[in-house]
């Protein structure tokens, strides 16, 4: 404890009560003086708890003299500064003749730390003072007695006053202390104080303890807690600007490696520090306030940007520069695309247009081929007839290039090896031409196939010869080149709505009079031309422009006044092998006798579809979309095809219906129509693989050719498979297995009453099948009006109606007694009439959904009933 025995008689011989305490408040030593003041032995207490060897009196209201006693010491160990109680209350036990006897006494305590060579507390070294005789009444008489100068009762009083005066303010202090402590832990940043010019820690948050190495420096200086510092000029010279200046000083973006835990990995932090000066108002600096925090996610997301801008503002001047270089290519480019997204508008347009232009040139035609037929031998009205023929085939030609321009014609690509099929049209070529016009065809050796619509390549090239002949104004030289070509992917940068790839090319060139780059940009619209007035449509090359872009591929147009015109079409290679031939029906017009569905929502298309169909000698059934549709196909009628529109009204979409149709008659052919196929039956510009199609407007011949193909096509594979397996519903047969529909012991009179189109007409078409006559209305107004003029056998009436219901229309011819027999149509099953109400008698209940074999049942039990 003492280096030399000299010190221990120095320390036994002091006057004053002097004891040391360890860290764990065990005495270790004590003066002569403090053992005798306590009446303690030495031997008795070294080694011994403070609190275990002093005695404890019972402690009364607001007496924490044995609380304020431990704190006291608790602060020396963690601040390591030395502590004052001003004066406590704490009992000796006194040796008398009586005995020990226990004394309440007074007590100035003086805590001092004794620190050891890294700085922590090794020992507490106590100085006490008694006092109890300032607080004693006989203290002013032992005054008053002996005389002593300077101390009267007042001043005593006054004393004893300020001391208890002191003892107060001391707890307060303390208490604002630790108010103070929390207030600094609750800072999310390091919160240190620097005291006096030696700059002394003299309070840390637990924030800024890994900036000290997680050592309690509380008493240390700056320079004993952070040796590495010594010698450093700039940090101190800044610590004297704030201490002696009064400067507040504010340090950003430094880095430091610290061990944000004990046990942790070092780690680099970047963290901003600001020092601010602490003084008593009006009086000089007293201390330094210190505040830091974790700048590092900032630091790192600020340099991340930072890099990030560096980066973009190179990408933006390279992107210049590229922009600067290649400013010609660039506006050539929106030009492309500008005129490619007019393109595609005028396409939609168009393409919508020639859908029902094409609806009406089917009525226009239908009617005029029944019509021929009408007027044979009247020389004068079949020219007339003949005339508006002829119109109706050019209104299709034109719906038809409408279409390829749209790129909405539903092309059958075929794999094809072009060499051949141009050779193949020198002959046609050579008659449009004419004499005067030198024809010259050169293909390469080793061409690639492509996979394209042959008919639809014939028609381009055809036009394109066409416009060439016009050019030369009939003499001239029109060469034909067909090659193969690679596009690369510089070439596609400066047209992008074309991919880099190998290609077949073909070359359409003439020695005409060229065009101007204000008609070059115009070329492939609709309906532009420089021909004169009656001598074209201004279709032909936007038709071409079209069939290319439906077909995967590029157009490019080269030309110069006065030196002719170069058209090259880039058709994309197809590696398959080259396609066979399609079989063309040729021949008579032919008929047949089988079942034909004909599904059509445009009432004048269906009605002349079905006058051409029933001409050709098929029986026909009809109806107005395709859930009416799959009411006659679930009925168990037997049909050998079905004929329907693609764009059609209602949830049941064409193509679904052909698959629910294939399903219930497993042989049934399927044949769409249309004018305009959207995406139903058509993708990328291609027809479905073994979808069939005949498109609006159709000729009688082309419709009996088509209808003829497909049924003997089938036919044959009948034939050569066998009868067919039942289909998937065990009740419903297929077309070779049909259920025969008995015929009607006779024939009925019906008045059918159906508010719903589709199912009345629907039910319509079932009863028609059984060999009725039937008169279909809406209302029961219009039924009452209908049996006032004509009789009926029957009264076929759905139960819910618009005004009076089905069920009182029943009644009233119930109660007529005129014999005519009822049958009640009810979507509540064979509960048609309300709850409480007289059952009618004499009528048939036929439930909702019902197929054809519930109306024959319904209709022979109601023609039983008596």
Not at 284 to 308: C, F, M, N, S, W
Not at 418 to 433: A, F, H, I, K, P
Not at 703 to 723: E, H, M, S, T
Request: net charge negative; aromatic share 6%; hydrophobic share 40%.
């Amino acid at each position: 404890m003492f280096d030399s025995i000299d010190s221990q008689k120095l320390f036994d011989a002091a006057p004053a009560p002097l004891m040391v305490l360890d860290r764990e408040l065990k005495y270790v030593t004590a003066n002569q003086a403090y053992l005798e003041a306590t009446s303690l032995r030495l031997d008795a207490v070294v080694g011994r708890n403070v609190f275990e060897v002093l005695p404890q009196v019972a402690q009364g209201p607001g007496d924490d003299g044995p609380r304020r006693f431990r704190e006291s010491l608790e602060r020396v160990l963690s601040r390591r500064l030395p502590d004052l109680v001003p004066m406590l209350a704490q009992p000796v036990m006194r040796s008398t003749r009586e005995g020990p006897v226990l004394e309440e006494r007074f007590w100035s305590f003086s805590h001092k730390p004794l620190l050891d060579s890294s700085g922590n507390v090794a020992f507490i070294l106590q100085h006490a003072v008694d006092v109890t005789d300032l607080r004693s009444t006989e203290t002013a008489k032992w005054a008053r007695e002996d005389r002593r100068e300077g101390f009267s009762p007042d001043q005593l009083a006054t004393l004893l006053g300020q001391v208890w005066t002191v003892q107060e303010n001391n707890k307060a202090l303390d208490d604002e202390r630790r108010y103070l402590r929390q207030l600094l832990e609750l800072f999310p940043g390091a919160v240190g104080i620097l005291r006096g010019p030696e700059y002394v820690w003299e309070m840390v948050n637990d924030n800024y303890l890994p900036f000290l190495g997680h050592r309690n420096v509380i008493g240390m200086s700056l320079i004993k807690s952070r040796p590495e510092l010594e010698g450093n000029k700039a940090i101190f010279d800044m610590l004297g600007r704030v201490f002696y200046q009064g400067e507040s000083v504010s340090m950003r973006g430094f880095k430091v490696a610290i061990r944000k835990k004990v046990d942790g990995p070092v780690e680099d932090m970047v963290v901003d520090f600001d020092y601010r000066p602490v003084r008593v108002q009006g009086g000089p600096v007293q201390a330094i306030l210190v505040y830091g925090q974790d700048v590092t996610e900032k630091a790192r997301a600020e340099a991340q940007v930072l890099h990030y801008q560096q980066h973009l503002e190179e990408l933006v001047r390279e992107r210049t520069r590229a922009l600067e270089e290649s400013e010609a290519e660039r506006r050539k480019t929106e030009a492309l695309l500008h005129q490619s997204q007019k393109m595609e508008a005028v396409g939609k347009l168009t393409g919508g247009v020639a859908h029902d232009f094409n609806n009406l040139l089917q009525v226009i035609a239908g009617n005029l081929q029944l019509l021929q037929r009408e007027v044979e031998g009247n020389e004068r009205a079949m020219t007339r007839v003949q005339t508006a023929a002829r119109a109706v085939d050019r209104g299709a030609k034109l719906a038809s290039q409408l279409l390829s321009f749209a790129r909405r014609q539903p092309l059958q690509p075929l794999v094809v090896n072009l060499s051949r099929l141009v050779r193949g049209m020198d002959e046609l070529l050579r008659r449009t031409l004419g004499e005067d016009v030198q024809l010259e065809t050169v293909t390469a050796g080793g061409l690639w196939n492509t996979a394209i619509d042959p008919n639809q390549l014939e028609n381009v090239i055809l036009n394109l010869a066409i416009n060439a002949r016009d050019a030369m104004d009939n003499n001239g030289k029109l060469t034909i080149e067909v090659s193969n070509a690679m596009l690369d992917d510089r070439y596609c940068r400066a047209h992008p709505e074309v991919l880099p790839g190998q290609y077949v090319l073909v070359a359409v060139s003439d020695t005409g009079t060229g065009m101007t780059p204000e008609v070059m940009e115009r070329a492939f619209e609709p309906f532009f031309t420089t021909k004169p007035e009656g001598r074209g449509t201004g279709l032909g090359l936007s038709m071409v422009y079209g069939f290319v872009k439906q077909s995967g591929g590029h157009i490019k147009l080269y030309s110069e006044v006065g030196h002719g015109t170069t058209i090259k079409l880039y058709l994309p290679r197809a590696l398959e092998a080259e396609s066979a031939d399609a079989k063309v029906v040729t021949g008579p017009i032919m008929g047949g006798t089988e079942t034909i569905l004909v599904v059509e929502d445009d009432a004048e298309v269906r009605a002349t579809v079905v006058e051409m169909v029933t001409e050709l000698g098929y029986r026909v059934l009809k109806a107005v979309d395709a859930q009416s549709a799959l009411v006659i196909l679930q009925s168990g009628v037997p049909i050998d095809m079905l004929f329907t529109d693609v764009v059609m009204p209602g949830p049941v979409r064409s193509p679904e219906l052909a698959k629910q149709a294939r399903t219930l008659i497993p042989d049934i052919e399927v044949l769409f129509t249309s004018g305009y196929t959207e995406n139903a039956i058509v993708h990328g510009g291609r027809l479905d693989a073994g979808v069939q199609l005949l498109s609006k407007p159709y000729s009688r011949e082309d419709l009996a050719r088509k209808l003829r193909q497909l049924l003997d096509n089938r036919q044959q594979r009948l034939a050569v498979r066998g009868p067919p397996r039942a289909a998937s519903t065990p009740t419903t047969p297929t077309t070779t297995e049909r259920a025969p529909v008995p015929a009607a012991s006779r024939r009925l009179r019906v008045l059918l009453v159906e508010d719903d189109e589709d199912v009345r007409s629907s039910a319509c078409e079932l009863m028609d099948l059984l060999g009725h006559e039937v008169l279909a209305v809406t209302s029961a107004e219009e039924a009452k009006g209908a049996m006032a003029a004509s009789n009926f056998d029957v009264l076929f009436t759905d139960v819910s109606l618009p005004g009076s219901s089905g069920v009182d229309l029943a009644r009233e011819v119930v109660g007529r007694k005129n014999g005519m027999k009822i049958i009640l149509a009810s979507g509540h099953g064979h509960v048609a009439l309300p709850r409480g109400e007289q059952p009618l008698e004499g009528v048939v209940v036929l439930p909702k959904p019902y197929a054809l074999p519930q109306i024959q049942q319904a209709l022979e039990q109601a023609v039983t009933l008596p």
